[in-house]
């Protein structure tokens, strides 16, 4: 397709997967409209020192293949020509197309900038938001290891209640490291967050509209494109930092590469006395601490073949807080651990052919337990070992961006639960039981996007998934989206409907409980409807994404608490329906030194019908619709970066949520408003000072007082952090 470059693989940040890669195409011609030849077309990211440069061939067409997730900026020299250059955002799956038309030079003319609307995705049919490593570093309290606000912060929907991430009205969320699956089944049962995002180079949030590729989770894809090592020349980083109740967060990082090879690590502490979401306003027993490592190794064979080596361990420990005046303290804590490691092996095996084997393993474990002088101690200690991998093939002919790819992964629990009341033999004990379930997943999908004109993309493919375990189901998932660009206005239209199977955790009650309203029936799979339309438009450097979404949902997974104890399972709802409008609005740079951001949802997440599997109650909802314990109407969130004098930067952001369920409903809680800001100066290259506040009001609320999941919550008060940045070489 572009003659002698096409097919080679070109590594930008070291990164190229076939499931988490773009690419880059277009034409340069002159003022007459003729192709010019030879022109010097230089490719750069726009948060590393890499950067690629080609000629364009005798049509004046320039190409790039493999692109990862990023910004970039595209630089066009020619003699006799005024440079020209282009910026882009690529995202999964998208070939960039850009037209250069260049100017003869006059004597003075140096660059011309075209800030037009490369950030908008004119092919896809996904609702999807890419975030930095700047816009974490820069976001008040984004860098944190146990924060996701690089999430709340930037995409529509997203908000943290009941120490659990909610996208969309759900808590099931899939991550993927660099394209590769971290596969996790249990549903909302960890606290801690999967990544340290210091770790990150870029996040590709998916919401909606989802490709064949991705099937196992509804509510949210976050494609994590990790640091590598490229962006580094033998240089090191020490973050260290305090703040409000007794906070650090600190991180050494270093990494280094040459032109084939490149390696990048990481080790991470922090310790607080500020943990988890408390039941009242005073913090009292909430100490969380936690050390993980991180580690990738990348290694370019040959100009077709990339080897990639991923991986890390991590720990955490919180004490579950309590209320100082109540009833039988309990003093409760949650460790848990995680570790993953992955490797893929990338081919590029003739023009615009991409192959990719990924074989992955994951551990997951949550450990849930009380105080032997506890009035109840509750036991619930859950492992989990995940081990499969994925190959995918894609293929990029004429009007064509062909893919298929087929992934297998087996998961062999091992639970343990146990409640025991301080009377033996109490009403709400349960006698200590251990089981060992089994489960495999065996998926294959295949999708093809059709540019069928110049301005019209199709998207389509189907996924098929079996599932085994202590039940055994199988699901065939279409998914079709349309995307159309209308000509002169730059606007994109998109609209899609899918369907998907969510595989159930594999969790198994073989005890009779003693409590008569409650019993366990196996847990099945989750099946989605899903429809969609959206709009999305650049202005002068502005852009506007809108979207509209219904997601219909049977079997829904949720939780509920086993009698009075504190451990929880999982269950499932008949039906469920989530439905709503979400908006981002994004500025360029504004007089040379402000950027402003804003996303916003309305929406409604409602059940009705029985508890169908699971931990069975007499939960009922018939007749009409009920809220789910997580509904919230309005959610907010804008900030404001501002490159200020003598190295200064000053990031402001402000939250609004109009109020969680209250209780069982109809009602909700009061609206609350919550504000941040972050000041930073670099004093030359090697150090950083910034200085953190959240919640800077102060503002003491209710966030909520769900009876399904950890009853009730307070926000966080007002917290204050110093962060000392230092990097030097070795």
Request: overall charge negative; aromatic content about 10%.
């Amino acid at each position: 397709m572009f003659g002698k470059w096409a097919g080679c693989v070109i590594v930008l940040g070291g990164i190229a997967s076939a499931t988490i890669f773009g690419s880059v195409s277009g034409l340069i011609h002159d003022p007459q409209h003729r192709p010019v030849q030879g022109a010097r077309v230089k490719l750069s990211a726009d948060t590393s020192p890499f950067s690629k440069v080609i000629a364009s061939n005798d049509a004046g067409e320039l190409g790039f293949e493999a692109i990862p997730v990023g910004r970039y900026t595209v630089t066009v020299n020619v003699r006799g020509f005024a440079p020209e250059e282009q910026k882009l955002e690529i995202t999964s799956s998208r070939d960039a197309k850009l037209h250069f038309s260049l100017k003869v030079a006059q004597a003075a003319e140096t660059v011309e900038v075209k800030d037009q609307a490369t950030t908008v995705n004119p092919e896809s049919s996904t609702a999807q938001t890419v975030i930095s490593r700047e816009d974490i570093a820069s976001a008040p309290g984004a860098d944190q290891s146990n924060s996701l606000a690089m999430i709340t912060n930037f995409v529509p929907g997203a908000y943290m209640v009941h120490d659990q991430l909610h996208v969309r009205g759900g808590h099931q969320i899939s991550w993927l490291l660099d394209g590769v699956p971290v596969p996790n089944t249990s549903i909302a049962s960890n606290v801690g967050p999967q990544f340290d995002p210091k770790d990150i180079d870029y996040l590709e949030v998916q919401r909606g509209g989802f490709s064949a590729e991705y099937g196992d989770r509804t509510y949210g894809v976050f494609n994590v494109v990790t640091r590598s090592g490229f962006e580094r020349n033998r240089q090191a980083e020490l973050i260290a930092s305090y703040g409000s109740f007794n906070s650090t967060n600190d991180q050494l990082s270093w990494g280094d590469h040459s032109e084939r090879f490149a390696y990048y690590g990481s080790v991470t502490g922090y310790r607080t006395d500020l943990g988890l979401e408390t039941p009242v306003k005073r913090v009292v027993n909430d100490q969380a601490a936690g050390l993980s490592g991180f580690g990738s190794i990348i290694f370019n064979k040959t100009p077709a073949d990339q080897l990639r080596l991923i991986a890390s361990v991590r720990g955490d420990h919180y004490q579950v807080p309590i209320d100082p005046n109540g009833e039988d303290i309990l003093h409760d804590v949650e460790n848990e651990r995680d570790r993953f490691v992955n490797f893929t092996w990338l081919h590029t095996a003739s023009n615009g052919v991409l192959f990719t084997v990924s074989p992955f393993y994951h551990f997951n474990r949550a450990h849930y337990e009380g105080s032997r002088e506890d009035a109840i101690r509750s036991e619930y200690d859950r492992g989990s070992n995940f081990m499969g991998g994925v190959a995918t093939l894609a293929v990029r002919r004429g009007l064509h961006n062909f893919s298929s790819g087929f992934q297998a992964n087996g998961e062999r629990d091992n639970q343990f639960y146990s409640v025991f009341d301080s009377a033996p033999g109490g009403p709400e004990s349960v006698a200590p039981q251990r089981t060992i379930p089994w489960a495999n997943i065996e998926a294959a999908f295949v999708e093809d996007q059709l540019k069928a004109t110049k301005r019209l993309t199709l998207n389509g493919g189907v996924r098929l998934t079996h599932y085994g375990g202590p039940v055994s189901e199988n699901s065939a998932d279409p998914r079709v989206g349309a995307a159309v660009q209308i000509p002169k206005l730059g606007w994109v239209l998109r609209g899609f409907y899918g369907r998907y199977y969510q595989a159930p955790p594999p969790v198994t009650v073989n005890n009779p409980l003693l409590n008569p309203e409650q019993s366990f029936l196996p847990l099945r799979g989750e099946r989605d409807e899903q429809r969609e339309f959206g709009v999305t438009i650049p202005f002068q450097g502005w852009t506007l994404d809108v979207s509209n979404f219904r997601t219909t949902a049977r079997n829904f997974f949720d939780h509920d608490a086993l009698g009075e104890s504190n451990v929880f399972f999982p269950l499932t709802l008949e039906r469920a329906r989530i439905r709503g409008w979400e908006s981002t609005i994004n500025s360029p740079t504004l007089a040379g030194r402000t950027s402003l951001h804003l996303v916003y949802s309305h929406q409604y997440a409602e059940w009705s019908g029985r508890v169908t599997g699971g931990l069975i109650t007499d939960q009922v909802c018939e007749d009409v619709l009920c809220f789910l314990d997580h509904d919230q109407k309005h959610t907010l969130s804008a900030g404001a970066n501002m490159r200020l004098p003598w190295r200064v930067t000053s990031d402001f952001a402000v939250s609004y949520g109009s109020g969680f369920l209250n209780g069982d409903g109809p009602g909700h809680l009061s609206p609350h408003t919550t504000f941040d800001l972050a000041v930073a100066r670099s004093f030359g290259e090697k150090w950083r000072v910034r200085v953190t506040g959240l919640n800077l009001a102060n503002h003491s609320y209710m966030l909520d007082n769900s009876n399904t999941f950890g009853g009730t919550h307070f926000a966080n008060p007002r917290e204050v952090a110093v962060q000392v940045k230092f990097r030097f070489g070795y």
